[in-house]
């Protein structure tokens, strides 16, 4: 019996049949070529694998050269003949196969590339394989963001709720503030210490003109901590601030800031010291409503000088949410976008409602026009008609607060974007700069773009 080494009994060596015994090769012949550089690289084939070239034309007689004639920028490449066109190489079956992820990243020589697009044509499992390996490759060089979309929390929960409604339903006004604050909560997830520190100008318009507050990022979370702290305790949920806490915002964020520095560093600058207590807090306020069901949300929220019902509260502080993850995304040079459609509407609404006793306590301040009207609870009287795009149409009643509005007896017009609105609703703007569309009555106008304004706050 012949032993392995004589081929006799191999498949594909030289005993088979009567086919004359190759010359074996050398034994520290390697069966792989080693790496080389490409040819397109180097500008010459290998020598092993270049054809046999023909016998050279004789040369033809140089032609005249103008020497006025504007020089060709390709004459400026190196001279020498083309490459001659070549046979691709005989490889073996796994030599090719190897090659495979070299070629779907385009990585080969171009005669490694020729062999291998010749034997995948009649090869199909390395068809197969080249076709998952390109698609591989493919996926490698996504044109898409791969930051996490802060709406997808919100799309998951839609889609889930869609196919299984929850036992505990969250009521809509609620879900708003959710949502809000998870895309606050999305910005701040990565920061570092040093963009906690980071300067934030928080501004409002507190009635005549803009004013303003300087604090940090830190400080932005304390202060939204310390409001929702009202929403807490009208529900029975402790307060941050202790049971003898001031009532109105501003004044529990005043003292909220004046005790960081006792806490230390830690609570002023640190992300677990504030962001993980608002969280907490705000998951437990939207837990309790929702177990509560619908008789709490007419239970009215004390806020100092003025009162919400709880509806109203969770929406004021989910636009509180917005307007100050805006102030954060600014100060951090950051992108945010604005809320989805369908919680902004709920928002914009609650201005619109807030905004006839707004008008009514700026005329009692001397601040508006007197009313062109005495108009009786319930009876029609003027109004202006206010738009903002993507979210809707609202008619404020301008002479009474107590007065019905109606479309037919609107004296103006105005129209807002969303950016034009959340500066204007926010305070960042004065109101006579707004970029509102007008058409009217220009007191009227005047007066409900600086009753707008006013409800922005600390």
Known sequence: MNSPSDGAGGTDGPGRGDEPPLTPEPADAPRIPPPRPAAEDSGRWPTH????????PDP?????????????PASDAPSGPDPEPFDPPLLSHAVLKSLLGAWALTACPPEE????EAHLNHCTPCAEEALRLREAVGLLHTEQSLDLDPLLRSRVLAGCLGRRPARIPVPDWAGVYDAEAARLDALLRDMGEAEWRAPVRLRWF????LVGRDTTVAGVIGHLLVADGILAASLGLPDPLGAHAPGSPADRTEAYWRGVPARGPKAAGEPGAVREPWREQGHALVRTVSFAGCGVRDLSVPYGDFSLPIRDSFLDRAFE???????IAEAIDYPY???ASAHLRPMVDLCARLLPDALA???????????RRLVEAGAPGRTLHLEVEGSGDWYIPLDSPAAKPSPED????IALDREAFYQLAAGHVPPQEAAAGQLGDPEAIRDVLFATASLSRL
């Not at 590339?113 to 291998?116: D, E």
């Not at 507190?206 to 003109?209: F, Q």
């Not at 609107?410 to 017009?413: D, K, L, S, T």
């Open 49 to 56: 694998w270049r054809p046999t070239p023909e016998p050279a």
């Open 60 to 72: 033809e007689p140089a032609p005249d050269v103008d020497p006025d004639a504007s020089s060709d």
């Open 113 to 116: 590339t020729a062999a291998v």
């Open 206 to 209: 507190d009635g005549e003109r």
């Open 321 to 327: 949410c917005w307007v100050h993850a805006g102030d």
């Open 337 to 339: 976008e604005p809320p």
């Open 361 to 371: 306590e700026r005329r009692r301040a001397g601040l508006a026009g007197p009313p």
């Open 410 to 413: 609107a004296v103006a017009h």
